[in-house]
């Protein structure tokens, strides 16, 4: 099963990233070991929200008006 997740920088708090995974530790682990390339410039990071399914996903960034911001391959 494939998650959904939004990372938040510790040090950049504003910044954020959305990825999906199979394993979300894993790649938690591999961000904040500079693997990503953009995510790397803004580590560590901090699991800010994880989702199984797409409807609970939609609806958190309903309910916190995050939706403009979440990237169009999940749609």
């Known amino acids: 099963m494939f998650y959904?997740?939004?990372?938040?920088?510790i040090n950049y708090p504003k910044k954020t990233y959305v990825?999906?995974?199979?394993?979300v530790n894993q790649r938690l682990d591999a961000h904040n070991n500079g693997e990503s390339v953009y995510a790397?410039?803004?580590?560590?990071?901090f699991f800010?929200?994880?989702f199984n399914t797409r409807?609970?996903?939609?609806s958190f960034l309903y309910?916190?008006?995050l939706f403009c911001f979440a990237?169009?391959?999940i749609w």
């Open 19 to 23: 990825g999906y995974s199979q394993n």
């Open 71 to 73: 990237p169009k391959e």
């Open 63 to 65: 309910a916190n008006k």
């Open 4 to 9: 959904v997740y939004i990372l938040r920088s």
């Open 55 to 58: 409807c609970k996903l939609e």
């Open 48 to 50: 800010n929200a994880i």
């Open 40 to 45: 790397s410039k803004y580590n560590p990071y």
